[in-house]
T-cell receptor, first 111, second 119 residues
Framework: KQEVTQIPAALSVPEGENLVLNCSFT??????LQWFRQDPGKGLTSLLL?????REQTSGRLNASLDKSSGRSTLYIAASQPGDSATYLC??????????FGTGTRLLVSP | GAGVSQTPSNKVTEKGKYVELRCDPI?????LYWYRQSLGQGPEFLIY????????DSGLPNDRFFAVRPEGSVSTLKIQRTERGDSAVYLC?????????????????FGPGTRLTVL
């Protein structure tokens, strides 16, 4: 059974810092990995999707890497801003069209 | 264009009651998914529809839970004899299509969720 773990569970940083969120998964036979953002009371916003054949994806200040053989992914956020405060969820496609999520990292960026 | 919508946004009910949660997917999306998110946890898969049929319902916790998608668009998640442990945010997602092969994938677009509270 696929299990996804995210570290740290919570993170508080001052504005402007670069930071790294970690995601690990137990079964390396994934089809892709996706990072989402969730604001309180809101649904999920997809940030980056990395196919199993890819090593990384970039969007603006966000960069996500994937090491499928070791079961790890990182989300790098450059020059963090207060608007980045949210919960970040990692999910892997494990099985036919079924996303398996981690428990998330709650990020707070202080002005 | 319009995204995935879910109604109601909040539902409070009493233990033992029946509830229905509705999901309107993005127009033209043939695949629809239901997930459940408990407090402090990530979403957990419940059921996946391709068109009108449930392609995978392995995540439904027990037979009190049932979902339909009669016309291949709107879906309703039905919970009978609700229990306090059913309290959670129920999320719906849709994607354009699937090819039927495991190697293919279409991005899932999520709605805002329905927060269900069972007293």
């Amino acid at each position: 059974k696929q299990e996804v773990t995210q570290i740290p569970a919570a993170l508080s940083v001052p504005e402007g810092e670069n930071l790294v969120l970690n995601c690990s998964f137990t079964d390396s036979a994934i089809y892709n990995l996706q990072w989402f953002r969730q604001d309180p009371g809101k649904g999920l916003t997809s940030l980056l999707l990395i196919q199993s054949s890819q090593r990384e994806q970039t969007s603006g200040r966000l960069n996500a890497s994937l090491d499928k053989s070791s079961g790890r992914s990182t989300l790098y956020i450059a020059a963090s801003q207060p608007g980045d405060s949210a919960t970040y969820l990692c999910a892997v496609l494990s099985g036919f069209q079924k996303l398996v999520f981690g428990t998330g990292t709650r990020l707070l960026v202080s002005p | 264009g319009a995204g995935v919508s879910q109604t109601p946004s909040n539902k409070v009910t009493e233990k033992g009651k029946y509830v229905e949660l509705r999901c309107d997917p993005i127009s033209g999306h043939t695949a629809l998914y239901w997930y459940r998110q408990s407090l402090g946890q990530g979403p957990e898969f419940l059921i996946y529809f391709q068109g009108t049929g449930a392609a995978d319902d392995s995540g439904l916790p027990n037979d009190r839970f049932f979902a339909v998608r009669p016309e291949g668009s709107v879906s309703t998640l039905k919970i009978q004899r609700t229990e306090r442990g059913d309290s959670a945010v129920y999320l719906c997602a849709s994607s354009p299509r699937t090819s039927g092969r495991k190697s293919s994938y279409n991005e899932q677009f999520f709605g805002p969720g329905t927060r269900l509270t069972v007293l």
